[in-house]
């Protein structure tokens, strides 16, 4: 009974007017939901408001009411901590958590010598206070998540990485907490939290307790969306395929634009788990062949080998590689990818191609790494200088074109439905179909074929406007609802020109 009651409670987190799920428990998923009834593209499943958040972990100094970067300029006078204004200071999430907390310790938060443009241990300090706060109800449901404390214990480094928190709590505040709780707290936050990414860039943390019932795969059958309004924070949860009543409704824990190695990697070091789901256990990655390498030989596609873990194996000519070798070769480009993607002085064009050329020696071409090197080429070509629209040649008009093309076939298969990211990539695809076939009216002078290709991309946009408008206040997607209106209109005057 003790069970189903605390089902209850989780399963009572759902505000949705239309819910589209019930919980389940088995020895193998533990709890779980399923689909309630039969569910289509874009139905909602689930909504629900955050237990409790605060700023990411291992943040650097930023507001603990509205995430804003701080400077130092301005400190909270009850509790010393780094704010950015009076009114933020006087909030009641601030005042009735944290702050209280340091009031009843008779603490103050000592900034001297601080670096503000790097993180401060001590802001995880505000995740322990804030679960910390949580009502009886609340906390009982928090502390019924998994945690993997103890596998995170073992893992080196990790307690002398929050140690600096540890004895706050326990010397500095005083708080009658034992080192264990005030880590179980953290390592819950690693297992079930969600982010958020404001326009500054700056990242929130949520804990939605409902919504993390729901199991990972990489090949999952949900979209989510998190709300951030004047009211506060909510997520949402639609199914992005249809789903059969009584069917486990599975969420992804990773980029699903990842091969299957550095998939695996995330999940067991930010999650302690190995997945066996459907796509994983598909050596040709839902026939997307997003894994595989290039044959040394005859240059076919290299993938694994379900009966042996220790070896991959050429479609064309079956000569094998050891996994070991290929795994270590999709580390390290998948390692020289990333520092190439975040450093703003190599993220260029002329960069990116020519490690797609040098990558494409080694792996095929539709391997993942190589799609999210094109993903990211999309939003240069047309912006980048030497490249804007008024420079573009046809050529480059043509290769935008065809990388938007390339991306959406990978995820027509590991991302089906209307999504935030395909709308994206619709988005971007639509002013190449337009250029190109005014390059077209300007060669061949034929409207009525250049017309078909006008309409062509009016109906890409229109797709993506439709998305658009039904993601989140405050998000990207969203705020391209009116420059998208503002395309389609353009293209109507055009088209009725023609």
């Known amino acids: 009974m003790e069970e189903i009651a605390s089902l209850e409670n989780i399963a009572a987190l759902n505000i949705s007017q239309s819910s589209g799920f019930t919980l389940q428990r088995d020895d193998t998923f533990g709890r779980y939901p399923v689909a309630s009834r039969d569910l289509k593209a874009g139905d909602t499943i689930l909504e629900e408001k955050p237990l409790s958040w605060a700023p990411m972990l291992d ?29 933020c200071a006087q909030t009641a999430v601030h005042n009735n958590l944290e702050c209280s907390v340091f009031s009843s310790s008779k603490v103050k938060l000592s900034c001297k010598g601080w670096n503000y443009a790097t993180p401060k241990p001590i ?29 995170w214990k073992d893992k ?15 010397d500095t505040l005083k708080l009658s907490m034992t080192e264990d709780e005030i880590l179980h707290i953290i390592t819950n936050s690693y297992t079930n939290d969600f982010s958020h990414t404001f326009t500054s860039g700056n990242q929130v943390h949520l804990m939605f307790p409902l919504t993390a019932m729901l199991n990972h795969s990489c090949f999952p059958n949900i979209a989510r969306s998190i709300h951030h309004t004047a009211s506060g924070f909510k997520m949402r949860v639609v199914a992005s395929r249809p789903i059969k009543a009584g069917s486990q409704i599975f969420n992804s824990y990773i980029d699903i634009l990842d091969p299957v190695q ?43 080998v379900l009966e042996d873990t220790g070896s991959w194996q050429c479609k064309k000519c079956e000569e094998k590689m050891l996994t070991e070798e290929v795994d270590s070769l999709i580390f390290d480009i998948d390692e ?62 043509m290769r ?82 009116g420059r998208s209106q503002e395309a389609v209109s353009q293209i109507h005057e055009i088209m009725e020109c023609l």
């Open 59 to 87: 943040t650097r100094p930023v507001c603990l009411t509205c995430l804003e970067n701080v400077t130092g300029s301005y400190h909270c006078p009850s509790c010393g901590w780094p704010m950015c204004s009076k009114g």
């Open 123 to 151: 802001y995880n300090l505000v995740t322990v206070l804030r679960v910390r706060a949580m009502g009886k109800e609340q906390k009982k449901v928090a502390d019924s998540m998994e945690h993997h404390l103890n596998q």
């Open 156 to 170: 080196e480094g990790f307690k002398e990485k929050y140690k600096v928190v540890v004895d706050y709590v326990m």
């Open 262 to 304: 550095v998939r695996k990697k995330h999940l067991e070091e930010t999650k302690n788990m190995i997945c066996r789901c459907e796509r994983c256990e598909d050596p040709s990655d839902l026939g997307t062949f997003g894994s595989a390498v290039l044959c040394r030989g005859c240059k076919g596609p290299v993938i694994p």
């Open 336 to 397: 020289e990818q990333k520092d190439l993607l975040a450093n703003p002085k190599l993220k260029k064009i002329k960069t990116i191609e020519k490690f797609i050329k040098t990558s494409l020696t080694k792996l095929d071409p539709r391997n993942l790494l190589i799609v999210r090197l094109k993903y990211n080429l999309i939003g240069l070509y047309g912006r980048e200088p030497g490249f804007n629209s008024e420079e573009m040649t046809e050529a480059t008009w």
């Open 400 to 481: 935008k074109k065809q990388l938007c093309e390339e991306i959406l076939e990978t995820l027509k298969v590991l991302e089906p439905g209307l999504t935030a990211r395909k709308a994206r990539l619709m988005y971007e695809l639509h002013l190449p179909l337009i250029m190109l076939a005014q390059v077209n009216l300007n060669k061949k002078g034929d409207k009525a074929a250049v017309k078909k290709e006008f309409q062509k991309g009016l109906v890409t946009l229109k797709v993506a406007l439709k998305v658009f408008e039904s993601e989140p206040e405050g998000s990207w997607e969203r705020e391209m609802v």
